[in-house]
């Protein structure tokens, strides 16, 4: 198993910082573009929530992403000290079909992570939040 990790504060700019990193371990470690597009764009949408959401703007908070390439998966862990939040609490949208004007703001973000990844958890540890997506190497959709 390989391992990556880096440490990003909670500012727009660490996003930049983790989508570089990303890239470069996937062509490091010959992941296909399906999947990297796939993890790229969860992890952006729980970054940016983290930082929006989590930490209220706040830019000096630490957020930790691990990534791990095992077997037949690219599996990455992300941590933050935020309050308490279970995105896989978050009721799916139940207004996709209707047109972007008339939806309801907000679970669209999530609903999306869960449709990118093979699996999606969270749990809380020593008042932290930490989310694990799991992506299967051998598909990319």
């Not at 862990?77 to 703001?105: C, M, S, W, Y």
């Amino acid at each position: 198993m390989r391992n990556h990790i880096i440490n990003i504060k909670s500012r727009l700019s660490g996003i930049q910082i983790m989508n570089e990193q990303l890239a470069k371990m996937c062509k490091e470690w010959e992941i296909s573009k399906d999947v990297a597009f796939s993890m790229n764009l969860a992890l952006e949408e729980i970054v940016t929530n983290i930082i929006n959401h989590g930490y209220n703007g706040k830019e000096d908070c630490d957020i930790t992403i691990r990534f791990s390439l095992e077997a037949r998966n690219l599996r990455i862990q992300i941590k933050d000290g935020a309050h308490a939040f279970n995105p896989l609490d978050v009721a799916e949208p139940t207004d996709l079909d209707k047109p972007l004007e008339e939806r309801n703001i907000g679970g669209l973000g999530i609903h999306l992570v869960k449709k990118f990844t093979d699996n999606f958890s969270y749990r809380r540890n020593n008042n932290k939040n930490i989310i694990t997506i799991l992506k299967s190497l051998e598909h990319g959709d």
